[in-house]
């Protein structure tokens, strides 16, 4: 018992917060309305100026557009499986690609991802020209370990981005995969934190200071400092791992997220079906249902980016609502 107060005092210390102590989930009514319907299990959104969200379709393999009145568009055909989308400073869309790692069934008319097919053999970078539709490979491996399933990512305003690797899980095997820092020139890639359970969704604080990573499966959010380009520092007991911002109670699963402009880090949350918004410090927590058990990603548009657009993706939706406070402005929209 005094082991274990000891620990706790420490994690206190060091400014981990403690699992043990309870965070109440204040459940937030948010009148979802549906934009887009007939999408192939739709990830990562992007909000436009002009009032249309790119986002990748998974199971299509595609980089779509949604327009204001609901008309969707293939930009690009990407192959594999598209899972993230981000502009980068040339103002090429970039893709995290998983490689198509996952074989999609249809359980009535809700799509989810099933088990890794035996075609699949690893993930990719890609960027794509939004005018053309082009396609080109940038990243395929790192210090020469490949890729496996490349999930999400972000941009700084340093031209770089963090992106994670999801990796798959075999009928008896589970990959340790981690989070990565890229060159948009193509000219670098290291990997930064490792490892990691199922890194899915990445994102900055509005200064640009703090890291944020979901982990899928144990449905925590880590936070690190970021004090120069492509590094990371935690404060954890264990490395890698940093802060603890948050533990989600209860059987939930952590998908992709992004940052609003006050900070909370909101994120897709499966099963339990929503956004979870987390505040900066991790005191307090919002879950924002709607009617999809897999809710994966969220982004911001609109007057002030109050808009919230989401990721339905079982249903193969993508939904919109007034959002509680401004959206973040990413480094390159």
């Not at 952590?254 to 410090?281: F, H, K, Q, R």
Request: glycine share 14%.
């Amino acid at each position: 018992m005094r082991a274990a107060a000891a620990v706790r005092d420490r994690r206190r210390t060091e400014g981990v917060r403690d699992m043990t102590d309870a965070t109440t989930v204040t459940t937030v009514p948010t009148e979802w309305t549906t934009l887009a319907t007939g999408l192939r299990f739709p990830e990562g959104p992007v909000g436009l100026d002009d009032g249309s969200v790119l986002l990748v379709e998974i199971e299509r393999g595609t980089l779509s557009r949604v327009s204001p009145d609901g008309t969707v568009d293939v930009v690009a055909d990407c192959g594999g499986g598209p899972n993230g989308a981000a502009i980068g400073p040339d103002g090429a869309v970039w893709i995290t690609n998983n490689g198509g790692c996952f074989e999609f069934v249809d359980l009535g008319g809700m799509l989810v991802p099933g088990p890794v097919p035996p075609s699949w053999s690893g993930g990719c970078i890609q960027k794509v020209d939004p005018t053309s539709g082009s396609v080109q490979t940038v990243y395929t491996e790192c210090d020469g370990r490949p890729l496996r399933a490349p999930n999400d990512l972000v941009f700084d305003r340093h031209g770089g981005f963090w992106f994670t690797d999801h990796g798959v899980r075999l009928e008896r095997s589970s990959d340790r995969t981690g989070v990565f820092y890229a060159a948009a020139d193509g000219s670098s890639i290291r990997e930064v934190l490792f490892p990691l359970d199922a890194p899915n969704g990445v994102g900055l604080s509005p200064a640009g200071d703090r890291l944020y990573v979901a982990e899928t499966h144990t449905g925590r959010v880590w936070a690190w400092d970021v004090p120069g380009p492509g590094v990371a520092q935690g404060s954890g007991l264990l490395e890698p791992h940093g802060d603890l911002l948050c533990g989600l109670p209860g059987h939930q699963l952590l998908d992709s997220l992004a940052v609003d402009g006050d900070g909370w880090v909101c994120v897709g949350t499966l099963l339990n079906g929503g956004i979870t918004a987390i505040s900066p410090d991790g005191s307090r927590l919002e879950h924002h249902p709607a009617d999809d058990l897999m809710v994966t990603n969220i982004c911001f548009g609109g007057p002030e980016g109050r808009t919230a657009y989401a990721t339905a993706s079982s249903s193969g939706r993508l939904l919109t609502a007034e959002w509680p406070r401004p959206g973040l402005r990413l480094a390159y929209p």
